[in-house]
């Protein structure tokens, strides 16, 4: 443990400040830096996460007074006092010291090379904390029996400290380390002569930089110059092996394909961390292959959440799934265009001889609905043991005369064919019901009970279903009961704002609340799966499940969005949680 802690101390004098002669990390560094993350007030923005609510409930819970009374913890909390008291200072004092003028972290990929860049208060006060540090480690090496941990050598005029893992120096407020030495001399050229071979003069660095704002984390990453690598060849440009995966992935990767330079800026504030990530975007750049991701102009737009009760899980995009479908050649690898080109064949007998890419995929517009509730059960039916939620899919159909009709059909069908794979295997059946209500047509499907087991609490996991689809004008919903079924159909979503630039490409968000409360309702079957799954004993168990539960009411949830702004020329993907 105090190893480790040597060790820190040491990382930190390893990473260079922002100020001598040269003013910022970048100044210091490579032209040819691919990797750029900067922090630029680290003791700031460690005292808002100790003193965030989030600390403190974390703090305040079970969870959290398990970790601070566990043995290791506290031997570490010694460890510390300890080095506190050999530095003179406390660690928070330390830190302040360390990093005022900003930390800086970078990856060169012409030398291969990793550095950490940290501007100190004042060159007397990093001198005597790196004496300190060195030191102690020193003392510690020698008290194991093992050789110094430092060599130096004299380079331009500075003393230079050799590590098993690279190496550090510093010079007037800046400390700064690397893990090869091409890299640490160049760092040492830049830092003593200046000139314009710097990141600084990089014109995409500069670029980003202008649109920077007041993050106090903020990263770049030149996409042109990793492009060049073999390993980013075969991710960016490879075919997909998976639908979902290019579903889900496929349109971020065609981004990154011909931006220039990606940006990443983090805030953190009492009641969220925003993360968000940046990227010049030009939709006419998009192959004709990912249309179907971004739409013919590139400005593909999902239609707003609805306002769901007991929401779990909420999914609303962009996607042109039958254009994905018909270019499948194009996007997928050899392996799985053969298993689509098998799932084509039982699709089109499943639909009666339909094409399912033109046919079924087509008779829907691109924008499309994820979503998973909390489900509750009606007491004059049965109840499952294990409690899933409820989950369903909505999308608009474009002929409101003729795909509704069809699909009815393939829904009954299907439903036979599910009733009749059943019995053959000693599963209940389903029964079909149609009714119509307020405009709405809704074809549902429900397990038929045992005798005697009408109003059963334990019942098989199938009692969670009821498979159903309704129709609403041109909304059409899937769902896995029949009320989440109607309501997807009739739920108006809140009106988007006019102010917003943005096109909206991809929303997502989870309720952690509404997580936790589903995963009490199945507490003790949960119990149950980690007692035969780990072998823990029942109290074990339910500690660990218990804990699971509690943090998740810590957090409220989180909101992924992916959008475009064609006036700026955008393209944005953003993580609050909160």
């Not at 007030?41 to 959290?64: F, M, N, T, V, Y």
């Not at 300190?132 to 003393?159: C, H, I």
């Not at 087991?453 to 009821?466: D, K, L």
Request: hydrophobic share 40%; proline share 4%; with cysteine.
């Amino acid at each position: 443990m105090r190893c480790l802690l040597l060790c820190g101390l040491t990382c930190l004098f390893a990473v260079p400040s922002l100020v001598t002669a040269q003013e910022t990390a970048a100044d210091i560094l490579p032209k040819s830096t691919a990797v750029y993350l900067e922090i630029s007030k680290p003791a700031q923005l460690l005292q808002e996460i100790k003193s965030h609510p989030l600390i403190g409930d974390l703090k305040r819970s079970e969870a959290g007074q398990r970790i601070v009374l566990d043995p290791k913890f506290l031997q570490f909390q010694v460890m510390l006092s300890f080095l506190e008291l050999r530095l003179g200072m406390t660690w928070d004092e330390a830190i302040t010291v360390l990093t005022e003028g900003g930390v800086a972290l970078a990856v060169d990929p012409q030398t291969n090379g990793f550095a950490l860049l940290m501007k100190a208060r004042s060159e007397e006060e990093l001198d005597s904390l790196l004496k300190n540090v060195m030191a102690l480690a020193r003392e510690d090496a020698k008290g194991k029996g093992k050789s110094d941990p430092y060599s130096s050598e004299e380079y331009r005029g500075l003393t230079v400290y050799k590590t098993k893992d690279g190496g550090f120096a510093t010079h007037g407020r800046w400390f700064l380390t690397a893990n090869k030495g091409d890299l640490g001399r160049q760092m040492l050229d830049r830092l003593l002569d200046g000139g314009d071979e710097t990141l600084a003069h990089n014109s995409q660095f500069v670029q980003a930089q202008a649109d920077r704002g007041e993050s106090t984390i903020w990263g770049f990453a030149d996409v042109k110059s990793i492009r060049e690598r073999n390993a980013a060849q075969k991710a960016l440009f490879g075919q997909a092996g998976n639908p979902l995966i290019e579903l889900v992935v496929g349109g971020l990767q065609e981004v990154l394909r011909h931006s220039p330079y990606v940006t990443a800026a983090a805030t953190l504030q009492p009641n969220r961390f925003t993360l968000k990530l940046q990227a010049p975007h030009d939709p006419a750049q998009i192959d004709e292959s990912r249309r179907y991701w971004f739409g013919k102009t590139g400005l593909g737009s999902a239609d707003p959440l609805p306002e769901l009760d007991q929401l779990i899980f909420g999914l609303s995009t962009y996607r042109d799934t039958s254009a994905m479908w018909l270019r499948s050649g194009d996007l997928f690898d050899e392996r799985m265009n053969d298993k689509l080109a098998e799932a084509d064949n039982t699709l089109t007998t499943l639909f009666a001889g339909k094409d399912f890419g033109t046919d079924i995929l087509g008779s829907f517009h691109p924008q499309l609905q994820v979503v998973a509730t909390r489900q509750t059960f009606a007491a004059d039916r049965p109840q499952p043991a294990i409690k899933l939620p409820a989950f369903g899919l909505t999308a608009h159909v474009k002929n409101v005369e003729t795909t509704p009709r069809e699909l009815r059909r393939t829904f009954q069908s299907l439903i036979g064919f599910l009733n009749v794979v059943g019995a053959q295997n000693g599963q209940p059946q389903l029964e079909l019901n149609f009714d119509k209500a307020n405009g709405v047509d809704v074809i549902s499907a429900e397990y038929v009970p045992e005798a005697g087991q009408e109003q059963s609490t334990t019942a098989p996991i199938n009692f969670n279903f009821a498979p159903s689809v309704a129709f609403n004008g041109d909304r059409f919903a899937l769902g896995s009961t029949r009320d989440l079924a109607i309501r997807l159909v009739t739920t108006e979503a809140p009106r988007t704002r006019e102010e917003n630039s943005a096109v909206i490409n991809t929303v997502a968000q989870i309720q952690t609340h509404t997580l936790r409360a589903a995963l009490q309702d199945n507490e003790e079957q949960l119990i149950s799966q980690n007692m035969l799954e780990k072998g823990h004993t029942r109290s074990e168990a339910e500690e660990e499940i218990g804990t699971l539960i509690e943090l998740l009411g810590i957090i409220s949830g989180a909101q992924l969005q992916i959008s475009t702004a064609p006036k700026e020329g955008v393209f944005q993907v953003q993580l609050e949680i909160n």
